[in-house]
């Protein structure tokens, strides 16, 4: 399983945007003029528009356990892969996505997941909103043994009910007029010629991590109940805005685009055991990131994406973190517009 830190993925985002330079000669001038507001895109907004597509998106859990010498543990759930489709027209999407019967990882080893994602998005002129919940079910460790210094019946240390919610608002605002959302996505729109535009990145949201059988780190807990080693419930809430910056290289019918944002949020974060509750104020680091490359022609779009969260709750001698990844293969037909009638 992947154990990506936060540096290391600002510094392939940093090669993925040297794998793209524009053409600095005839657009340098344009480029960086944030200014201009002539239109770098095509809107497809009156053409009917249908996508279908296959992927998984998936969580891995990271605690850092600062007593009794156990270090750090990781998790994973056993998420499948997933089919989408979707219709869009007048830039509305109507969408259905459901599971496919197919495990990523061996159930014998790592148990099976239930989850549940649902998304919608938006915009209101420049701004763009999208709000989106996120819910899994069954979790495995990876390392259990090498942290732990029990002989264990199982290797992983499967937990059907171990479980994790998250729900997000997040909103965008480009500052560049001539830069659309849509156009970066690349279904109901796509990009004329290279483009890049700062922007502002507002979250509002928080997660939830819960036993309902067990504590959370069971197979770890000390024996000092008060201690929060012994917590069945661990959660934050994030409010704040980080800033960003989005590049499209467009060339020819190859488009690929990479958003990137990184900065503090505010942070409410709380755990509870069987005998207290306690909550915390604070910062935490917030990633903004999303990949875009593909083909695009004007009747058609065949694009890989990526998109990658990540979150960190640091209470006394435990040490949280969260990386979320969401993967998809998708295409879609682009119907010919209808003439519009003129009126008499």
Same mark, same amino acid.
């Given at each position: 399983m992947l154990r990506v830190p936060t540096g290391r993925i600002l510094q392939i985002c940093f090669f993925l945007l040297l794998l793209f330079p524009p053409e600095?000669?005839?657009?340098?001038?344009?480029?960086?003029?944030?200014?201009?507001?002539?239109?770098?895109?095509?809107?497809?907004?009156?053409?009917?528009?249908?996508?279908?597509g296959t992927g998984f998106n998936s969580t891995h859990l990271s605690y850092n356990l600062k007593y009794d010498g156990h270090g750090k543990v990781n998790m994973i759930p056993n998420t499948p892969f997933v089919f989408q489709a979707g219709v869009h027209y007048l830039g509305v999407r109507l969408g259905l996505t459901f599971k496919l019967p197919v495990n990523t990882l061996n159930p014998k080893l790592y148990g099976k997941s239930n989850y549940l994602n649902l998304d919608l998005g938006f915009a209101i002129k420049r701004i763009n909103f999208a709000v989106d919940i996120n819910?899994?079910? !069954? /979790?495995?460790? @990876?390392?259990?043994?090498?942290?732990?210094?029990?002989? =264990?019946?199982e290797k992983h240390g499967i937990h059907p009910d171990y479980t994790t919610a998250t729900v997000g608002l997040h909103v965008r605002y480009f500052f560049r007029k001539g830069f659309h959302y849509k156009a970066f996505q690349g279904k109901v729109a796509d990009y004329k010629r290279s483009s890049l535009s700062p922007y502002i990145y507002g979250y509002l949201g928080?997660?939830?991590?819960?036993?309902?059988?067990?504590?959370?780190?069971?197979?770890f807990q000390r024996t000092v109940s008060e201690d929060n080693s012994n917590m069945n419930r661990l959660g934050s809430f994030e409010l704040g805005a980080?800033?960003?910056?989005?590049?499209?290289?467009?060339?020819?019918?190859?488009?690929?685009?990479?958003?990137?944002?990184?900065?503090?949020?505010?942070?409410?974060k709380s755990y509870k055991t069987p005998d207290n509750s306690? !909550? /915390?104020?604070? @910062?935490?680091?917030?990633?903004?990131?999303?990949?875009? =490359?593909?083909v695009q022609k004007t009747k058609w779009f065949l694009n890989l994406s990526g998109e990658f969260q990540f979150r960190r709750i640091n209470i006394k001698n435990i040490n949280f973190q969260q990386y979320y990844f969401d993967v998809r293969l998708s295409g879609g037909y682009r119907f010919k517009e209808k003439a519009r009638k003129k009126k008499k």
């Open positions: 600095l000669k005839a657009q340098e001038s344009k480029l960086f003029d944030f200014k201009d507001s002539s239109i770098h895109y095509n809107l497809y907004k009156r053409r009917w528009i249908i996508d279908i819910y899994f079910k !069954g /979790f495995a460790y @990876l390392n259990q043994q090498a942290a732990d210094t029990v002989d =264990l019946t928080g997660i939830g991590i819960s036993n309902e059988k067990n504590y959370l780190l069971s197979d980080i800033p960003g910056l989005a590049y499209v290289y467009k060339k020819d019918w190859f488009q690929g685009g990479i958003l990137a944002g990184f900065g503090p949020l505010l942070q409410v306690r !909550g /915390f104020l604070g @910062l935490s680091t917030r990633t903004d990131l999303m990949l875009v =490359l593909g």
